[in-house]
């Protein structure tokens, strides 16, 4: 149930009370840099039966999308009736036909008041920060990502540097106070994602949004209203 999540080290056969033979025992090392909770058992899928009404309805919005003409759209279903599952089906079938950008944001039930939590664990992951990295490499590590979709990255890398808590000499964020800095870290957030759109298009899929942070909530909202002319598929 846990190997998709964390990555672990054989410690042997032991002898645990209670159980007759020795039991293989194995001693966590440290969580994986994984995208959701679905991706992390996505190696033990079977086929998809069934929803193909809804993943039409999905690709079909995906199209609209690509076609400039963006498109949101909210799955609901009971835990484990497959929302996932079809959205990682429709990603499969879209990236045969083109190429483009997959941004994958996981609300968890520990950090549902814990501002931008979804947000910040996506840059890590997607810029391929470990723990134990020492500082200099993770601004390495960020400043490659941020390149990526940053109109302007010197305007730009003290908005991610601030959010991940980084120190840096070189990307010093602007005196402000928290509600305007709040409104500047959404800002950069915003234009940077329309500004990736521009290279490919882009589908953003949020999981578990139940959990989600207010402040995630609000990036969420305002990314709603911000998204219109552009090729953005949000899920």
């Known amino acids: 149930m846990t190997r998709g999540l964390f990555e672990f080290e054989n410690i042997g056969h032991h002898s645990l009370k209670g159980i007759k033979e020795p039991q293989q025992v194995w001693r966590v090392i440290k969580e994986k ?10 190696a033990e899928l079977t086929p998809m039966v069934d ?11 995906w199209h ?7 498109q949101v759209v909210l799955l609901v279903g009971e835990p ?3 929302k996932s599952r079809v959205v ?11 190429e483009h950008h997959h941004p994958q944001y996981q609300c968890s039930p520990y950090h549902a008041n814990t501002a931008l939590y979804p947000v910040v664990a996506r840059l890590r992951t997607a810029a391929g920060i470990e723990q134990g990295d020492p500082p200099e490499l993770q601004l390495e590590k960020l400043e ?16 991610f540097v601030e959010l991940l808590s980084l120190p840096a000499a070189r990307w010093q964020a602007p005196n402000l106070d928290p ?19 521009e290279s490919r298009p882009v589908l953003v899929t949020i999981e578990d949004i139940h959990w989600i942070d207010p402040t995630t909530l609000d990036l969420l909202e305002r990314i709603i209203d911000a998204i219109s002319g552009h090729a953005i598929f949000l899920v």
Do not use: Y
Request: glycine fraction near 4%; hydrophobic fraction near 45%; aromatic fraction near 2%.
């Open 33 to 42: 840099s994984i995208s959701s909770r679905f991706v992390a058992h996505a």
């Open 51 to 61: 929803r193909r009404d809804t993943l039409q309805t999905l690709i079909d919005g």
């Open 64 to 70: 609209e999308a690509a076609a400039r003409r963006a």
């Open 80 to 82: 484990g009736v497959g």
């Open 88 to 98: 990682e089906e429709m990603s499969d079938i879209i990236s045969l036909q083109s």
């Open 144 to 159: 490659a990502l941020v390149r990526n979709s940053s109109p302007d990255i010197e305007a730009d890398m003290p908005a």
């Open 179 to 197: 509600e305007a800095k709040k409104e500047w870290i959404l800002t950069t957030l915003i234009e940077n994602l329309l500004s990736l759109s």
